[in-house]
């Protein structure tokens, strides 16, 4: 069964920034392949963001961050972004505080 996929604004604006074709295009794919079996495919966020799941997407270096509902069979993006550790651009960074600040 195909889950349908939302995207949040914060989500769609961070992707429509990336300048660099090719890699937005394989992060398109990567979330378009969240429709089936998305439970699987991530892994499991602890912390402030229990409940949360994340996907690496284009060469390693994206992640996608995403909550899955089961019971209305949807997979929710909420942040697209670079992982880098130790930096406050980084994409788990930027989540923990949109959580904290009870923005998603």
């Known amino acids: 069964m195909a889950y349908q996929i939302d995207i949040t604004p914060t989500a769609l604006e ?3 920034a990336i300048t660099d074709r ?3 295009d394989a992060i398109v794919r990567r979330v378009d392949a969240l429709a089936e079996e998305p439970a699987k495919q991530g892994n499991t966020l ?3 963001l229990a409940g949360f799941m994340s996907v690496r997407a284009a060469g390693q270096r994206y992640r ?3 909550r899955v509902d089961e019971g209305e069979q949807r997979v929710v993006v909420y942040l697209v972004g670079i992982r ?3 930096s406050r651009q980084d994409v788990y960074t930027l989540a923990q ?3 904290r600040r009870g923005l998603i």
């Open 14 to 16: 961070t992707l429509v």
């Open 22 to 24: 090719r890699t937005r």
């Open 46 to 48: 602890l912390g402030d």
């Open 64 to 66: 996608v961050v995403y």
């Open 84 to 86: 880098r550790e130790g």
């Open 97 to 99: 505080r949109l959580v």
